[in-house]
């Protein structure tokens, strides 16, 4: 490939001529002014020995924590994962029927709280339902609503309460008029 021609020379009387490419300087790295360089070899290499040194106590420091911190995860991760296990719910079926309205239930308790799954047949079609859990103190948790179907209907809900708590299961119209009653 050959050199781009020099336009100032294009314009001089001696265009036949071009001038020669110039080289480019090298650059050369900046030395530090506030580093001298030392004179005693021995000196040199006793702080090389030194940051060596450092170097190697900090890799071991910092492969110390991470392996503890990997121990600690592991430790935390298998004990939640243990415990998990051990108190793994185990659900409560129930099933009852009132005015020709039948209610099968799955109950899960979680802590603090329990997932309710119904099974909800006989209802009037387009009936607009409330699902209804009472504790033994009398206070009331809606864990679901939903409009009946001609055939049956399953609804998961869920409330806060435990389920030893729980003392009722109840479908109701949305007015309130309950259609099903199911006691624990």
Avoid at 106 to 130: D, F, N, S
Avoid at 134 to 163: F, K, P
Wanted: charged letters at 15%; glycine letters at 6%; aromatic letters at 2%.
């Amino acid at each position: 490939m050959s050199p781009l021609p020099n336009p100032a020379a294009a314009r001089s009387p001696d265009a036949a001529h071009p001038d020669p490419p110039q080289p480019v300087p090298a650059r050369l790295p900046t030395p530090n002014p506030n580093r001298q360089a030392m004179q005693d070899p021995v000196l040199e290499g006793t702080l090389r020995k030194i940051r060596a040194e450092r170097s190697k106590t900090r890799n071991r420091r910092n492969a110390m924590t991470a392996t503890a911190t990997a121990l600690a995860l592991s430790a935390a991760v298998l004990y939640g994962h243990h415990r998990g296990q051990e108190s793994a719910p185990t659900p409560v079926h129930l099933a009852a029927t009132d005015n020709n309205v039948h209610l099968n239930a799955k109950i899960t308790p979680a802590p603090g709280w329990i997932r309710i799954e119904v099974t909800v047949t006989g209802l009037p079609p387009a009936q607009p339902c409330l699902l209804l859990l009472t504790d033994r103190a009398g206070q009331t948790y809606q864990a679901g609503g939903w409009v009946a179907t001609d055939s049956h209907t399953t609804l998961t809900g869920a409330a806060s309460l435990t389920h030893t708590d729980l003392a009722t299961i109840t479908i109701t119209t949305r007015s309130g008029h309950p259609l099903l009653t199911a006691h624990l």
